[in-house]
């Protein structure tokens, strides 16, 4: 991800961004939100397989926030320090507030205050994914009861018992064939 740099080449400061990784993410896994009423069994196997890796992700972003808030105070706290020791030096006065507005306006401290915001973005973001997958099992579940109450039936499901017994034969298959192709890889 680049930085945007001002005139003097320092870093300046911006919206906070996501990484393209990060999006394709959350693009692949936006996708799967919509439900088939008339393929809740795959629906099912789609939910917990998303919500576990949204779960994942979001616990690893989570981390990499709290990296970039620490390492945003270690910059501020080292840049403070080195003003103050500048202003001893110089004899010059400074006051907070001055040395504050130094402090921030430090290359570094805006380089560890954009990483934060990027952090502080994707966390916000994959929140948001993986509070519409809670929902989203809600759904499912009330989606379910229906199909079990006969909502989604007519004449043209009958024998919907077979076609049950298919589709689960045919999802155990292809997670059969995936945790096979993993095991290979």
Same mark, same amino acid.
């Given at each position: 991800?680049?930085?945007?740099? $001002?005139?003097?080449?320092?870093?300046?400061?911006?919206?906070?961004?996501?990484?393209?990784?990060?999006?394709?993410? +959350?693009?692949? #896994?936006?996708?799967?939100?919509? +439900?088939?009423? #008339?393929?809740? +069994?795959?629906?099912?196997?789609?939910?917990?397989?998303?919500? #576990?890796? /949204?779960?994942?992700?979001?616990?690893?972003?989570?981390?990499?926030?709290?990296?970039?808030?620490?390492? #945003?105070?270690?910059?501020?706290?080292?840049?403070?320090?080195? /003003?103050?020791?500048?202003?001893?030096?110089?004899?010059?006065?400074?006051?907070?507030?001055?040395?504050? $507005?130094?402090?921030?306006?430090?290359?570094?401290?805006?380089?560890?205050?954009?990483?934060?915001?990027?952090?502080?973005?994707?966390?916000?973001?994959? $929140?948001?994914?993986?509070?519409?997958?809670?929902?989203?099992?809600?759904?499912?579940?009330?989606?379910?009861?229906?199909? +079990?109450?006969?909502?989604?039936?007519?004449?043209?499901?009958?024998?919907?018992?077979?076609? /049950?017994?298919?589709?689960?034969?045919?999802?155990?298959?292809?997670?059969?064939?995936?945790?096979?192709?993993?095991?290979?890889?």
């Amino acid at each position: 991800m680049k930085r945007q740099k $001002t005139q003097e080449g320092k870093p300046s400061a911006r919206l906070p961004a996501l990484d393209q990784d990060l999006v394709e993410f +959350i693009e692949e #896994h936006s996708g799967r939100i919509p +439900i088939d009423e #008339h393929d809740l +069994i795959r629906m099912q196997g789609l939910q917990t397989d998303s919500y #576990h890796a /949204v779960g994942q992700r979001l616990s690893l972003e989570v981390s990499r926030h709290d990296a970039a808030k620490q390492f #945003h105070r270690f910059v501020s706290a080292r840049v403070e320090e080195g /003003v103050r020791s500048d202003a001893k030096d110089t004899g010059e006065k400074v006051t907070e507030g001055s040395v504050a $507005t130094r402090v921030a306006l430090d290359p570094e401290v805006i380089e560890a205050e954009n990483l934060l915001l990027d952090a502080k973005r994707a966390v916000s973001d994959l $929140t948001a994914l993986k509070d519409s997958f809670m929902q989203r099992s809600v759904m499912l579940r009330d989606m379910a009861q229906l199909w +079990i109450a006969g909502y989604y039936s007519d004449a043209a499901t009958e024998g919907a018992d077979k076609a /049950v017994r298919r589709i689960q034969a045919d999802e155990t298959k292809r997670q059969t064939a995936k945790r096979y192709r993993q095991g290979r890889d």
